[in-house]
């Protein structure tokens, strides 16, 4: 072949860059159809590089991972989860390895992800573990407050139940009295105290934020308390 003729051979079309936009959206793409199938070997493969996408971006996708194999789990398509006791953990351990310039606002939404996971998967001792390591991370956090304290009263054993309770009671100055954050933990208090057994305190402090805020409540909030009311004398 002549100059002249490689002259008119058009180059060939060079390979997106593994950090170029549309390589990292196709690795998206792979990731969700591969858990949409529960693939879990190839969203494990998959992840041993992740896409230079953002932290929250990978977050995101993780908890759209999380809640895939969690409804595998409750659908009965968990006869391969099993064969991955420590996949969550290996996908956290790649997130940081992959980018270890995290802040402490995503690390604190990482444990709850991963908490929320281990729950999913009816491993509610792993998920303490990433529910403690959360309220470390953001002690003052009232949504991260709330959310272990529903997951401690919901285990059996009644010391869970207590620390739930306690947990409540210690960290209510972080929500704003009449709010319906505050009436969220308010009625979750009521529950764990019926729950151990301590139904005349339970009565007592429902009379009383009823007296305080006979207005208050959304319709859903309402209901959950008319139902609690129902259990007192």
């Not at 954050?181 to 529950?191: G, Q, Y």
């Not at 009379?207 to 959304?218: D, H, I, N, V």
């Given at each position: 072949m002549c100059s002249s003729d490689l002259a008119t051979v058009p180059p060939e079309e060079p390979l997106p860059s593994r950090a170029s936009p549309?390589?990292?959206?196709?690795?998206?793409?792979?990731?969700?159809a591969a858990?949409?199938?529960?693939?879990?070997?190839?969203?494990?493969?998959?992840?041993?590089?992740?896409?230079?996408?953002?932290?929250?971006?990978?977050l995101d996708l993780v908890d759209k991972v999380a809640k895939a194999?969690?409804?595998?789990?409750?659908?009965?398509?968990?006869?391969?989860?099993?064969?991955?006791?420590?996949?969550?953990?290996?996908?956290?351990?790649?997130?940081?390895?992959?980018?270890?310039?995290?802040?402490?606002?995503?690390?604190?939404?990482?444990?709850?992800?991963?908490a929320r996971w281990f729950l999913g998967r009816d491993e509610p001792h792993k998920a303490r573990v990433r529910f403690q390591r959360a309220m470390d991370l953001g002690p003052d956090n009232p949504a991260t407050t709330l959310e272990f304290a529903r997951f401690l009263l919901g285990l059996a054993e009644p010391e869970s139940?207590?620390?739930?309770?306690e947990l409540l009671v210690r960290r209510e100055r972080h929500w704003k009295?009449?709010?319906d954050?505050?009436?969220?933990?308010?009625?979750?208090?009521?529950?764990g105290l019926q729950l151990l057994g301590r139904a005349e305190e339970a009565c007592r402090l429902l009379?009383?934020?009823?007296?305080?805020?006979?207005?208050?409540?959304?319709p859903a909030q309402k209901k959950i308390l008319a139902e609690l009311r129902a259990n007192c004398p």
């Open positions: 549309d390589s990292a959206s196709l690795w998206r793409l792979q990731v969700l858990a949409a199938q529960s693939h879990w070997e190839q969203v494990d493969r998959l992840f041993q590089d992740p896409a230079p996408l953002k932290m929250g971006d990978l194999e969690n409804m595998a789990f409750r659908t009965g398509r968990s006869h391969h989860v099993a064969n991955h006791a420590d996949f969550p953990e290996r996908i956290a351990r790649r997130l940081d390895t992959h980018q270890r310039q995290i802040s402490g606002a995503e690390q604190l939404r990482l444990e709850l992800i991963l139940r207590r620390e739930g309770v009295p009449g709010s954050d505050w009436l969220n933990a308010r009625i979750e208090l009521v529950k009379r009383k934020t009823q007296l305080l805020y006979p207005a208050m409540g959304t």
